[in-house]
């Protein structure tokens, strides 16, 4: 008996139908036998259907339940697949790498809750290896931009801070079904075996960006007058106080949540 799926809006769907960008994805992957892969959102197992001739054990988690039948017969051949019906927000990935191993995480992500993922695995990321996503072009651009761009922000620091961006390639609309109104983009995200730059508090680091970046219009004397007891302050790190939040790096933002730190730890108000 064949399913028939028609994609949901509520679940962000758009199905990956061209066969060239399926195999050029699965190439940039580069699966292997021995790999503890996990799929996020395989829909109607486009590239599920390649990952699984390379890597017989593979793990996919889907929200959608209708989706659920279709994977099980299209793929009843490979008694290696486990699915995991759930939403991938939610899902505790450390259950799924044997102990001592690590996951190689891919996927087709919805676009209206990409960051909120992306920041939920990067809790994982010691158990991750590396992640490979379809993104909305924009998000793949912010997560790879540079100090001094616009597409630079909180998402670029954190990400970059906790892992190494490449962006890979472009996907067009015309790849998917239905067509997205939006470019799409390839992503590659390595986790630091060893942090560049190691942030005493990783939760104070992010408040310090997303305060910064809630002005990013203003110089950063006055985006983080509340966090800052002097302007000496910066100066003292080496980071003008005129900047604006955009031109620091993420060793700048480093250097200046350690230093916050430092403060409070000293018992100095700020």
């Given at each position: 008996?064949?399913?028939?799926?028609?994609a949901r809006k509520?679940?962000?769907?758009?199905?990956?139908?061209?066969?060239?960008?399926i195999?050029?994805?699965?190439?940039?992957?580069a699966?292997?036998?021995?790999?503890?892969?996990?799929?996020?959102?395989p829909?109607?197992g486009?590239?599920?259907?390649?990952?699984l001739?390379?890597c017989?054990?593979?793990q996919?988690?889907?929200?959608?339940?209708?989706?659920?039948?279709?994977?099980?017969?299209?793929?009843?051949?490979?008694?290696?697949?486990?699915i995991?019906?759930a939403d991938a927000?939610?899902?505790?990935f450390?259950?799924?790498?044997?102990?001592?191993?690590?996951?190689r995480?891919?996927g087709?992500l919805?676009?209206?809750?990409s960051t909120?993922?992306?920041?939920?695995?990067l809790?994982?990321?010691?158990?991750?290896?590396?992640?490979?996503?379809m993104?909305?072009?924009?998000?793949?651009?912010?997560?790879?931009a540079?100090?001094?761009?616009?597409?630079?922000?909180?998402?670029?620091?954190?990400c970059?801070?906790f892992?190494?961006v490449?962006?890979?390639f472009?996907?067009g609309p015309h790849?998917?079904?239905p067509?997205?109104k939006?470019?799409?983009?390839?992503?590659?995200?390595?986790p630091?075996?060893?942090?560049p730059?190691e942030a005493?508090?990783?939760?104070l680091?992010?408040?310090?960006?997303?305060?910064a970046?809630?002005q990013?219009?203003?110089?950063?004397?006055?985006?983080l007058?509340?966090?800052?007891?002097?302007?000496?302050?910066?100066?003292?790190?080496g980071?003008?106080?005129?900047?604006?939040p955009?031109?620091l790096?993420?060793?700048d933002?480093?250097?200046?949540a350690?230093?916050?730190?430092?403060?409070?730890?000293?018992?100095?108000?700020?």
């Open positions: 008996m064949a399913f028939e799926h028609q509520r679940f962000g769907q758009n199905f990956l139908v061209d066969q060239n960008i195999q050029r994805i699965v190439r940039a992957i699966p292997r036998a021995n790999d503890h892969l996990v799929e996020i959102g829909g109607q486009a590239i599920t259907a390649l990952l001739d390379a017989p054990n593979l996919v988690v889907e929200l959608d339940r209708d989706l659920i039948p279709i994977l099980q017969q299209k793929f009843s051949g490979y008694p290696g697949l486990t995991h019906a927000l939610k899902f505790d450390s259950k799924l790498p044997p102990e001592g191993q690590r996951l995480v891919v087709n919805p676009y209206n809750i909120p993922l992306l920041f939920h695995l809790g994982y990321r010691g158990l991750i290896a590396d992640m490979h996503f993104l909305q072009k924009e998000v793949v651009e912010r997560l790879a540079e100090p001094g761009s616009k597409d630079y922000g909180r998402l670029s620091i954190m970059q801070y892992c190494q490449e962006f890979l472009e996907v790849c998917f079904r067509a997205p939006v470019d799409s983009a390839i992503v590659r995200l390595t630091h075996a060893t942090l730059y005493e508090d990783t939760k680091l992010d408040t310090l960006v997303k305060t970046f809630q990013r219009r203003k110089t950063l004397r006055n985006a007058k509340q966090w800052l007891p002097a302007e000496a302050s910066l100066a003292t790190l980071i003008d106080p005129q900047c604006r955009e031109e790096r993420v060793q933002y480093v250097a200046l350690n230093h916050l730190q430092s403060l409070r730890s000293s018992g100095t108000e700020i």
